[in-house]
Nanobody
Framework: QVQLVESGGGLVQPGGSLRLSCAAS????????MGWYRQAPGKQRELVAH???????HYEDSVKGRFSISVDNAKNTVYLQMNSLKPEDTAVYYC?????????WGQGTQVTVSS
C-alpha cells in the first residue's frame, strides 16, 4: 500500500505563487510516475503534470511555462511549483502515484486564486 499526504494549498491572488508538496510512504517502487491532477467544480479531473523515474516531465498545455514539477527521490516527495496563477487554476489538486499494480491518490488540497 501507498499513502500520499499533500500540503501547500491555499488562497492566493492572481499572479501569485504556491508550492504543493506530496509525501509518499509505504511500498514505493523505483519505477513509477508521480503526478498532479486537478478538479474544478463541475469539471472532470484533469492531468496537470507528471514526472517519471527518468526525470521526464509532461505538462498540460495551459500550465506550460508557469508550473514546474519536481521530485526528491530520497524523500519520495513530489512538488508542484505554481507561478503566475490565474483564477482558472482554482481547483482541488490531487497527488497521484502510478506504479506496477497500483494507482494511488492523495486526499486533495484546495487551491483558490482570487482577488
Amino acid at each position: 500500500q501507498v499513502q500520499l499526504v499533500e500540503s501547500g494549498g491555499g488562497l492566493v491572488q492572481p499572479g501569485g505563487s504556491l508550492r504543493l508538496s506530496c509525501a509518499a510512504s509505504g511500498s514505493i517502487f523505483r519505477n513509477k510516475i508521480m503526478g498532479w491532477y486537478r478538479q474544478a467544480p463541475g469539471k472532470q479531473r484533469e492531468l496537470v503534470a507528471h514526472i517519471d523515474s527518468s526525470g521526464s516531465t509532461h505538462y498540460e498545455d495551459s500550465v506550460k511555462g508557469r508550473f514546474s514539477i519536481s521530485v526528491d527521490n530520497a524523500k519520495n516527495t513530489v512538488y508542484l511549483q505554481m507561478n503566475s496563477l490565474k483564477p482558472e487554476d482554482t481547483a482541488v489538486y490531487y497527488c497521484n502515484v502510478n506504479q506496477f499494480r497500483g494507482d494511488y491518490w492523495g486526499q486533495g488540497t484546495q487551491v483558490t486564486v482570487s482577488s
